[in-house]
């Protein structure tokens, strides 16, 4: 019994090591115009090829910290300025991923700010939630809606995928939650936000998408009380 133990907190402890060694990006996509304006990657210059379907950074990230990649300047013809951060493994932890934006139009439009982080691991096979939380500020009349999600493929902005929003007024605030199966793999976690401004004005928001893993202390616990019950339900058909 005392090795049935042993084994169930070592079981846990390994369900819980979080790994991310993969990648950090952010973009903002103004869509008066084509393509996406802005690619920032953690630690990289522009002009590389970048983690995100086979496209190159525009921007070199302006923060040294690793788990923390920045972008500010204009964007399109319709951002007059955005400042955007993207905090990631290891600054946060365990398993999320959070934006931190300011954005400023000259006029109504729409645009997409957007966070990922690939090469997460450690956790044990099975059906894990995603939570979102967005909250914020506007001047434009903004509508803002979130996408989220963690990939068990490890790829950045792909399904399966939560939806929050539309979110309107001032200030806005939002959650949202799904399940996914996820394995000891590294696995991808995304969100990206849809904003439309009725007017000129600025938008800020700070979001955040985390893959929810059950408290060390709380899986040992029930673990141990199912092994309890699985030993005495043997012994009484042993007796």
Known sequence: MIKRIAF?????????????????????????SGGIEVIVEDGLGAGVLSSYSGLFTTHADTNGT?????????????????????FGNPVISPYIIDTLAASITASA?????????TGFSGLVAGTYGVNNQIGGTSTAGASLTTMYGANS???????????????????????????????????????????GHSSSG????????????????????WSVFAGLGLVGGLRRRLS
């Open 153 to 195: 493929a490890n790829t950045m902005f792909a399904g399966p995928a939560g939806t929050v929003g539309p979110l309107t007024g001032s200030p806005f605030s939002g959650t949202g939650d799904f399940s996914t199966g996820l394995g000891p793999g590294p696995f991808s976690i995304s969100q990206w936000v849809t904003i």
């Open 109 to 117: 439009g729409t645009y997409r700010i957007a966070t990922a982080q």
């Open 202 to 221: 600025i938008t800020t928001f700070d979001m955040s998408t985390q893959v929810v893993v059950p408290e060390p202390g709380t899986i040992a616990i």
């Open 8 to 32: 169930l907190f070592v079981a846990c402890s390994a369900m819980c090591a979080q790994q991310a060694d993969g990648s950090l990006l952010i973009f903002v996509d103004d869509f008066a």
């Open 66 to 86: 690793s788990g923390i990649v920045s972008f500010g300047g204009g964007v399109g013809p319709n951002i007059s300025f955005a400042s955007v951060t993207g």
